[in-house]
Structures are given as C-alpha cells and as structure tokens.
C-alpha cells in the first residue's frame, strides 16, 4: 500500500495530526511502538472497574473553540474544573496559592493584612509569578514569596525536576502562579472538562478513519530508516512526508548526546472506600519522596464503588536505557544540545518534527493539538 505519510507516534498529537491530514484526503500510516494509542493520555479500567490515567492524570482545558469543536466529534464531555490542595505546614490548602491559603496558614490579622497587600499591589485577583512576588519593593510581600517559595515551589520543583530551580526556565515556575484572590481553580481556560468516555475512547474514534492505518507495537526503526538527507521506508525510498513525535535524539541516535528528560512511576492503590481526599490531587511539595496522589474518581465523575489512588514519584531518564520520558527538562544547555538535533532533522525536507518529545517543549494536550493543527494547515489537499 502506499501512503501519503507516516506519523511517528500515536499520542495527542500524532493522532490529531493523521485525523486532520486524512480529512484532507491523505493515506497515512500511523506508527505506535506500544500495545494502545493515545501516548501518556492512555487511560484503562483497572480491575476493580475504576477508570484510571496509567500514566498520571491529564485535565483537559483549552482557549481554542476550534479545538474543543473538533474533539467534541468524538466525545461527550464530563464538566471538571481542576482544583489542587498542597501538603503544607499539616494543613491542606488551596493551589495555587491564594487569599484562602493565607488564612489557613496565617492568623486572621496576618492574613488579612497580607490579602489586602497583595490586592493593593497588583490588583484584585491578579496572577502573579513567584518571581514577581520575590522581586517587589514591598518587604512584607518579599517575605510572602519567600515563604511561599520554600513551602509550596522549592522543594516541589527539586524532586520533579531533579535539580535547583534556578537551573530551569523561568515558565516552569511561572505556571503555578500566586492568586491575588479566592480563585482556587488549577487553570482558567474557558473550557474545562474531561472526555465522557475517557481519552483512550476518544483517540480510538479520532483514527476510526479509512485513510488511517495503525500499526501498534511497532517501533519507526522496524520501517523507517534515515540517512544522508534520504528517507527510506521499508528498505525502499520514501517520498512522502513523516511527521515525527518521537524525541529527535534518539531518532539521530544520541549523536549530539541525550537531552535531559524526567520520568515518572506510579504506585497504584484500592481503596474500599467511596472517597480517600477531598480532590482530585494533592500536592506533597516538601519532605515525602512523592510529589503528588491523585484520585481518578473525581475528575472522570466515575460513580463505581471503591476508588483508586496513584501516588507518583519523579525519575531520572535516560531513552538510551529505554525509560519512558515525560517531560523535556528546560534550560539553556538543553536548548542548545536541542538546537543541533534541530539542525540535523532540518536537513531531511519531508521530515517534520511535530509534539512535545519532538520539539521538545512543555505542550500541555491543547497546545499539542494546536501544534498539530497548525502543521495540517500547511498542507494542500
């Protein structure tokens, strides 16, 4: 048979590239190195019945009507805004970090006197960085963001990262923001929900398409070989382009060195209980080896007896060694040991690397798909 292209990778964004370029009228070959589809989204039954993230929770959220338009063909949608509470100081308080985590933590006066501090500064229900916390004039809210730095960024940051915060870029911390306010919700994005049926069920039915076809476990090295700006596909020449959201060191075989990569595991538990916390996640910012539990059950609206947890560890990584990476590792040596990878992968014409791995970026799954949007709209039918 021949195809048009070959998407390395069926996870968000490789199954929402091969549906948008087979509406196009594209035949596709779609390569999955593991047993089920929708990458680090995939979510299962255990065997108590709980549906469950294998690979820790995803929530979806999105700014893009486009993008909530396109997946609602493939699913109904369960309402869920995101809300996150954070171990600290023996109290479960709100994350981010808001007008309600202060008076959890402080006395009443201290508190209100904080509240109002905040509000004066940067206005009521602003959003504001820990950096920008650490950096204002005002002494009282410098100490805030020192406080607030060690008990809730710090020791978070240096158990998923695997190193000093000041080694990362200035986004990782700047995703979790301190609240001017009582907002308690995770993100702000208009939509909020989670996929009725789960993402599995929603990716099985994105590739249902006759232009798609899908090889599981089988890895892009059993078809594709690269070599000397030429793409061959099964041993012959290939013509076609190949959308790659696998990480481009190990496509060029580590030549330039691996980028740095954080792993997770995950220790799953039942419970014969309805409900083990009050949220769907709460942090464990300081001295336990976890970072995180979550309880699926809250966010899939799941309603089976008994419920699961995972409580979820950071890994180092290394793809040489065959570990699962998570999440790409950003700061200026990565951006330049990246850049050469880049440079090689621009040397081949039809090839495009497409995804978090393969741009090596810190998509959340909305941003993945806009990325695979805007790759489609570059291509003609």
Same mark, same amino acid.
């Given at each position: ?7 390395? +990778? ?45 690979? +820790? ?24 805004? %995101? ?38 500064? &940067? ?22 963001? #020192? ?49 009725? +049926?789960?993402?599995?069920?929603? &990716? ?24 000397? +700006?030429?793409? &061959? ?42 409900? &083990? ?23 899939? #609206? ?78 003609? %039918?």
């Amino acid at each position: 048979m021949t195809f048009d292209a070959v998407v390395v +990778g069926a996870g968000v964004a490789g199954c929402t590239l091969a549906r948008l370029l087979a509406e196009k009228g594209q035949s596709l070959l779609l390569l999955e190195k593991r047993r089920h589809i929708a990458g680090q989204a995939y979510d299962e039954k255990d065997e108590h019945g709980v549906l469950v993230h294998r690979y +820790g929770p995803h929530l979806f959220h999105t700014a893009s009507r486009r993008i909530v338009e396109f997946l609602s063909r493939f699913t109904r949608w369960h309402p869920y805004e %995101h809300r996150v509470l954070g171990s600290i100081d023996g109290c479960l308080v709100p994350l981010p970090f808001n007008f309600d985590s202060l008076e959890a933590l402080f006395s009443p006066k201290e508190a209100l006197h904080l509240e109002e501090k905040l509000a004066g500064a &940067f206005g009521e229900g602003a959003r504001i960085s820990i950096w920008e916390l650490l950096q204002t004039k005002d002494e009282r809210l410098r100490e805030l963001g #020192g406080y607030i730095y060690e008990k809730v960024f710090y020791h978070y940051t240096a158990k998923q990262w695997g190193r000093e915060p000041e080694e990362l870029s200035p986004d990782v911390l700047s995703r979790v923001p301190v609240v001017a306010g009582r907002d308690g919700r995770y993100f702000t994005d208009p939509f909020q929900a989670m996929p009725d +049926g789960g993402y599995t069920e929603l &990716f099985n039915k994105m590739i249902g398409h006759p232009g798609i076809s899908l090889e599981r476990e089988t890895s892009w090295k059993e078809r594709l070989s690269f070599s000397q +700006g030429q793409v &061959f596909l099964d041993g012959k020449r290939y013509p076609g382009d190949v959308w790659f959201t696998a990480p481009l060191d190990e496509l060029f075989d580590f030549c330039c060195g691996e980028l740095p990569y954080r792993s997770l595991s995950f220790d799953f538990s039942h419970l014969p209980t309805d409900r &083990f916390q009050p949220v769907c996640t709460v942090n464990y910012p300081n001295k336990e080896e976890f970072t995180r539990i979550t309880e699926f059950k809250h966010c899939t #609206g799941q309603e089976v007896p008994g419920t699961t947890i995972a409580y979820e560890y950071p890994r180092s990584c290394s793809l040489a060694k065959g570990d699962i990476p998570y999440y790409p590792v950003p700061g200026e040596e990565s951006a330049r040991i990246y850049e050469k990878y880049s440079r090689l992968a621009d040397s081949y014409k039809s090839l495009f690397p497409l995804g978090r791995l393969a741009e090596y970026k810190y998509y959340n799954m909305s941003q993945a798909m806009e990325a695979a949007f805007s790759a489609a709209e570059k291509i003609r %039918h």
